[in-house]
């Protein structure tokens, strides 16, 4: 089946032609000639929405019926998932809404052999969350085995319980008499790995993976405490001395601050003794002056008692910013010696000045020299520069395939722009030439001005502008 693929303003389409006679379609003079059949799957698909199906439009050229199927913003399964990975929980995704999609077509009285199983031909969206699928009208059953194979090939291998459903679901599709909800069983047999009983297939619980990711965590952290540790041995003594006089300094500060309380409480007590003493007794001139003195003398210490509990929080700060200097103070001091490292050269034994200046003369003489190199050492980088503003994106295309696009974890190579469509192309190599493919995105890709059309594929050479969205490269 040749397939094609089309962009206008603001749509992308899938296009496949009909094996059929433009007559089918509107013409009532020849209905016995093709058939009801072709015709009722024709309105169908094109006057209804149906749910997990691709939009499909008619049209006629050169009195050929082409159907075009709405694919803007949805990639093929076979683009989404070129590097593998495809998981079992994207796995039951798939033939759950493949399932769905059967059941919907049979309520307009569709056969479901007319969809089509091909990798390329199933979309989903970027995110891989939804899937649709093209129902193409004619007669005979279309073959599934392509999907079987697209799955075995594609597989998580790193999950055994993902390549524990793919062979189970690939011997059943070499069945000629399997029905999808046979399949959809395979997935709710019990497996190694239950999610009712939280066990693996060790028999361990959820929680003693909790436990073991947690013991890898503090493995990992004590490996990278050491490997600081080598390459800067007093950096953990610095750490825990820094530490230590910290602590010590907050344990001397609330030990002063209960020390404050009380004697803050002590003297206000004395305070209302004393004037408990000149309200109830009859005091001499002597006396009455010395209570006087004693109430100023323990107000002022009182003021100062509780100014220093107010203060304390403040002290607290700055001892916590001092311990920050000190860090800073010691990696100043661990750069140090290499700025004087050009004035102890100076102090230097007479003859090994000489010996360093007799290298840098040596050197100067190599380097002021032309020397001619051959062409042949020369080759070609095989990067993407960008070139317009802003674009400080290099894209090494040594190692290929390579996807870009805007969806991390999605594509091999992030590009973080607005314009990007989340998997937006893919660099593949055949022999020794590269090729650039649109990936059905929304602002096109562009070579040397000219855009590609939808999984279009085009050769780039050395000096070829590419431009993806508003992101602009040179090929070198």
Request: include cysteine; proline fraction near 3%.
């Amino acid at each position: 089946m040749d397939a094609k693929y089309y962009k206008d303003l603001s749509h992308n389409y899938l296009i496949l032609r009909s094996t059929g006679n433009l007559s089918t379609i509107d013409s009532p003079f020849t209905k016995e000639d093709m058939g009801y059949k072709n015709e009722y799957q024709n309105k169908m698909i094109t006057g209804n929405k149906m749910k997990y199906l691709l939009p499909c439009s008619i049209r006629n050229i050169n009195d050929e019926i082409y159907f075009y199927y709405e694919i803007s913003s949805k990639q093929s399964i076979k683009n989404l998932y070129e590097r593998g990975g495809m998981k079992y929980e994207q796995m039951f995704q798939l033939f759950e809404y493949l399932l769905e999609a059967s059941r919907e077509v049979g309520k307009y009285l569709l056969e479901d052999n007319r969809l089509l199983f091909s990798p390329e031909y199933i979309y989903a969206d970027p995110e891989g969350e939804e899937f649709f699928f093209v129902y193409y009208p004619g007669d005979g059953d279309t073959p599934i085995m392509p999907l079987a194979e697209f799955l075995l090939e594609k597989a998580d291998r790193e999950n055994e319980r993902t390549v524990q459903i793919i062979y189970k679901i690939y011997e059943h599709m070499q069945d000629e008499n399997f029905i999808l909800p046979e399949i959809m069983k395979l997935f709710h047999e019990p497996a190694g790995h239950s999610a009712a009983d939280g066990k693996d297939e060790d028999g361990r619980g959820t929680d003693d993976a909790e436990e073991a990711k947690g013991i890898r965590t503090e493995r990992i952290a004590n490996e990278q405490k050491e490997l600081v540790c080598r390459a800067w041995p007093g950096a953990e003594i610095e750490e825990e001395d820094t530490k230590d006089e910290n602590e010590e300094e907050r344990t001397l500060e609330k030990g002063n601050m209960i020390i404050s309380g009380v004697l803050l409480l002590l003297c206000i007590g004395t305070m209302v003794s004393v004037f408990c003493i000149r309200y109830f007794c009859i005091l001499s001139i002597e006396e009455s002056v010395l209570t006087v003195a004693g109430i100023i003398t323990l107000v002022i210490v009182s003021s100062f008692l509780l100014l220093s509990l107010i203060m304390a929080p403040v002290r607290g700060r700055r001892y916590g910013k001092r311990g920050d200097e000190k860090r800073k103070i010691i990696e100043e001091e661990d750069e140090e010696p290499q700025q004087y490292m050009a004035v102890n050269a100076y102090f230097q034994p007479k003859k090994e000045r000489e010996d360093s200046l007799q290298r840098g003369r040596e050197k100067e003489d190599v380097y002021g020299s032309t020397v001619f190199i051959e062409t042949s050492l020369y080759s070609i980088e095989n990067k993407l520069y960008g070139t317009n503003k802003g674009n400080k994106y290099h894209i090494d295309l040594n190692k290929l395939p390579c996807t870009i696009g805007k969806m991390v974890g999605g594509v091999d190579f992030v590009i973080k722009d607005s314009s990007m469509s989340r998997i937006h192309a893919r660099f593949t190599k055949d022999g020794e030439n590269i090729y650039v493919t649109d990936l059905n995105s929304t602002n096109g890709t562009f070579k040397n001005g000219l855009r590609l059309e939808p999984n279009e594929t085009a050769g780039i050479e050395a000096g070829d502008e590419l431009r993806f969205g508003k992101m602009a490269f040179c090929y070198r």
